[in-house]
């Protein structure tokens, strides 16, 4: 079974950097659809960015286009989101979650991805 575990998150000036790491076990991620989303308090789950199984890179997002970036690391089966130049808008808990059917590809609805990690919070504030 595949397991994922958020971790990174914390309080960050605005401005500043972070990044998460989503780590995962049971399965290689290299064959599955990989997305972050985020949920800040009375919101709905959004997507953000997502890595397909081909490596391409899809941004749901506007708002973080040029500040945040997904990469993986196959050997590690680990996939990552830099986030810089903080705002405190995107204060949220973060996932990373994984598509499991095979070979699906990126979508930002958060039903379509059925293995999530357990969140991590992300603060932005000075």
């Known amino acids: 079974q595949l397991q994922l575990v958020d971790s990174g998150g914390g309080l960050v000036q605005p401005g500043g950097s972070l990044r998460l790491s989503c780590a995962a076990t049971?399965?290689?991620?290299?064959?599955?659809?990989i997305g972050w989303f985020r949920q800040a308090p009375g919101k709905e789950r959004e997507g953000i960015l997502c890595s397909s199984m081909s490596g391409s890179v899809v941004n749901f997002v506007d708002s973080v286009n040029g500040r945040f970036a997904i990469s993986r690391d196959n050997a590690k089966n680990t996939v990552y989101l830099q986030m810089n130049s903080l705002k405190p808008e995107d204060s949220a808990v973060y996932y990373c979650?994984?598509?499991?059917?095979?070979?699906?590809?990126?979508?930002?609805?958060?039903?379509?991805?059925?293995?999530w990690g357990q969140g991590t919070q992300v603060t932005v504030s000075s």
């Open positions: 049971g399965y290689t991620l290299n064959y599955y659809a």
């Open positions: 979650a994984a598509r499991t059917s095979l070979f699906r590809p990126c979508s930002p609805d958060p039903t379509d991805f059925d293995s």
